[in-house]
């Protein structure tokens, strides 16, 4: 079992930045792909970034347009999201998750996926 715990959400005014965190307890994160996730008042779950078991593939959803950086330590157990030029259609719950020997071709997706922590908000204003 593999426990993830996001941290770092907040309240930011537009233009600015949040550092999110996610760490992991139970097990090595280095056989697992890490994405982040969110979610926005009445919207469905979007993809955010991802990067491969292996760290060296990354992938971003389309809206972010060079505004966020994902990276991981695999001996800290920890998956940053790095987020500048904050806009208030950011605004979300914002999710991490694993997928075992997560490969960036597969990992757009929400299926699939092993382990998700609780989430962290993120509010943005105008």
């Known amino acids: 079992q593999v426990q993830l715990v996001e941290s770092g959400g907040g309240l930011v005014q537009a233009g600015g930045s949040l550092s999110l965190s996610c760490t992991a307890s139970g097990r090595t994160l280095e056989t697992y792909g890490m994405s982040w996730f969110r979610q926005g008042p009445g919207k469905d779950r979007e993809f955010v970034a991802a990067?491969?078991?292996?760290?060296?593939?990354?992938v971003y959803g389309d809206f972010v347009k060079g505004r966020f950086t994902i990276s991981r330590d695999n001996a800290k157990m920890t998956v940053a999201l790095q987020m500048n030029s904050l806009k208030p259609e950011d605004t979300a719950v914002y999710f991490c998750?694993?997928?075992?020997?997560?490969?960036?071709?597969?990992?757009?997706?929400?299926?699939?996926?092993?382990?998700w922590g609780q989430g962290t908000q993120v509010t943005v204003s105008s």
């Open positions: 998750a694993a997928k075992k020997w997560g490969r960036i071709a597969s990992m757009t997706a929400s299926g699939g996926y092993d382990y």
């Open positions: 990067i491969s078991w292996i760290g060296d593939s990354t």
